[in-house]
């Protein structure tokens, strides 16, 4: 399908709904599985603003900002919530998994990372550490439903700092599963949009391509 917009971001739900984003109008265009347009929706300034990663927490759509927080948006999207309560309103600490917990990524320097890991109380259950030479950012991308988590990991090794993506994946005890590593990016023309985990855990990345965007999917095997 070509859009009639410029994407700034894009979600996929579960059921293989989509929501693509028009940052320069501050729209969210709703599509169905079958690529029909089913809505579009006005968001404020302030989330445009502040919010640099559109994806599903869980089955909620939020906007995730730089600090860690997310928007949570059913509130703009008419009655569209994905089965699931109202949002909160502001912005809340920590980007909410699958499973009820709270993560938040946080580099420590250019080799060490920490993930913490919140219950739905606020509670620390757990700090998860990501070790990685050349650590530039560190994010927490989502949980499936079987409780293990997916952190995007960003590395800038000298001397070329050539910057290398990479996905590592956890158990919900915080032990390593995998790394997926080497994946391609297009950061010259699109830094904000870059991985996003759906509750299954596969793996879907948006690049930028001459006649519109090009999806890359990774399916978790069993």
């Known amino acids: ?18 929501f693509v984003l028009d940052r320069s109008r501050r729209l969210l265009h709703h599509f169905g599985r079958d690529g029909e347009r089913a809505g579009v929706f006005h968001l404020p300034k302030e989330i445009i603003e502040n919010g640099i990663r559109l994806c ?31 949002d909160r309103g502001g912005p809340t600490k920590g980007v909410a998994g699958a499973k009820g917990n709270r993560f938040l990524a946080i580099r420590l320097d250019g080799e060490r990372g920490e ?62 599963i995998f790394i997926l590593d080497k994946l391609p990016n297009a950061y010259q023309v699109w830094t904000t949009k870059l991985l996003q985990i759906d509750v ?17 999917a990774w399916i978790r095997q069993k």
């Open 1 to 18: 399908m070509l859009l009639d917009f410029p994407c700034g971001d894009l979600a996929v739900a579960a059921n293989g709904e989509f």
């Open 56 to 86: 599903f927490s869980g089955e909620t759509l939020v906007m995730v900002t730089a600090e860690h927080e997310e928007y949570e948006l059913a509130r703009y999207c008419g009655m569209w919530t994905c089965g699931l309560p109202a």
């Open 115 to 176: 993930v913490l890991v919140f219950d739905d109380g606020g509670n620390l259950k757990q700090r998860v550490p990501i070790l990685a030479r050349g650590l530039a950012s560190i994010e927490f991308l989502g949980e499936d439903q079987q409780g293990n988590f997916y952190i995007q990991v960003e590395r800038a090794i000298p001397p070329q700092s050539t910057t290398t993506l990479a996905v590592y994946c956890f158990d919900a005890q915080g032990a390593q």
């Open 200 to 216: 299954r855990g596969n793996i879907y990345q948006v690049l930028p391509a001459d006649d519109g965007v090009k999806v890359n």
